[in-house]
């Protein structure tokens, strides 16, 4: 007990450290440029969250670089999203801000700035390189594709949602990670055969594997369609009953904790790490930060993508995935443009970066910081991405029926119903 409280605290005295000691890399002639501005940063995270200790950190740092820069930040937590536009329209000055890369695109249009034209340029930290050829292709793409051609956020703290698996388990059985849905079930059978549980989730995260089948099987445009089809007729469909017989497949095979049809969240990911006895459950790539207090320091997160299934339109290169991202005001002068755009990048590169990765376990976005020991393989995940899908997959994004969906989704899960019954409780609760 003790050796694992003195390494926690030598893991946090280090991760202090860098925050407090962050390199500056040396700054080109062709790059140098004196940047003069007084930004307001308003911040999608709590001013408690290690996100928004970085973030001042940071802000310290690059105000010491560029004495004619001021930065002050407001942390309004998850409201950001509602409290920015009212405060923009209202005539207060906002510089910049930053919020899941969604939210920045689809409830800030009226203020963000098209910044495709400064992703095209070097910065003090990108080693002479254009920022757009400098950072994490996969998210420049998503920024790309949520921007419909243009680049109205700088990508921060990517995220994916994934299997993430107990290491330790997969090397006792000396298993493969699997890359089929047939190999999953495999793998999942093999696991149980030694006497631990397959699979885990609960209420936040149980549409998953259902909604990931659904877009490997018919594509993400089609499952937006069908929790957006007012009818439910859609819910008929043989791709739909497929995809809830391959659910019922795990459910009657046992691979569910036994506590599935009660657990509520956070009780599964934390039973996940203590227990020691699950083998994967489909969550995020926040869930080792989730966790960390919790876990021994001997516990081995891995991660693979959700498999590919027979007949599938998309293969298993298609990740959820998203980030957050700092956009800027289009009201901005160009030298407060400038200036909020150098901090960005400032951010999102080297130790500044890794400061983020250390201290708050994100992926980085800077290819030449290495990622946290928790989220390993992710590096070869992203570098695998070939397309998108929407965070936590499109069978999640109608409020107005997917706690629907997510109540007969524990029923399906628990085994108190099989997967005709599961669609006719959605229809029925739907009409």
Known sequence: MIKGLLSKSLTLFSAVALLSNVLVPAVSAQEEAELNADLQYWSSYNETEPQA?????????????????????????????????????????????DANAVNIVNHFSNTNLDLTSYFEEAYPTTDGTAYIDYTMPAMVDLANQLGEGSLYYVPMNPQAFVFMYNKAIFEELQLEIPTTWDEFLEVSQAIKDAGYTPLTT???????????????????????????????????????????????????????????????????????????????????????????????????????????????????????????????????????????????????????????????QAVPVDPNNEFPESLQDMEGIFENVSGNYVSQTAIATNSDNSQIIRSAMINLISGATNAEEFIAEIQNAGQ
């Open 53 to 97: 200790q970085v973030l001042q950190q940071a802000g310290e740092a690059f105000m010491e670089l560029n004495p004619g820069v001021t930065i002050e930040f407001t942390f309004n937590g998850r409201d950001n999203s509602t409290l920015l536009p009212t405060a923009v329209q209202s005539g207060q000055e906002i510089h910049m801000y």
């Open 202 to 360: 609960d209420p936040n995260y149980s549409t998953g594997i259902f909604g990931y089948y659904l877009q490997r099987l018919k594509g993400q445009d089609w499952v937006y369609e069908l929790v957006n089809d007012t009818t439910y007729e859609m819910w008929s469909d043989p791709a739909v009953l497929e995809a809830a017989q391959a659910i019922e497949t795990l459910a009657t095979n046992g691979y569910y904790a036994e506590n599935v049809g009660t657990v509520q969240f956070p009780q599964a990911q934390q039973e996940f790490v203590l227990m020691e006895n699950i083998a994967m459950y489909l969550n995020g790539t926040w869930m080792p930060g989730e966790v960390k207090d919790s876990m021994s320091d001997e516990f081995q997160f891995g991660q693979f993508a959700f498999p590919s299934v027979e007949g599938g339109v998309d293969d298993n290169s298609y990740l959820a995935y998203s980030s957050y991202g700092i956009g800027i005001n289009q009201a901005n002068t160009e030298e407060e443009t400038l200036a909020a755009f150098n901090f960005a990048t400032f951010v999102n590169t080297t130790e500044q970066d890794q400061a983020m990765v250390s201290v708050a």
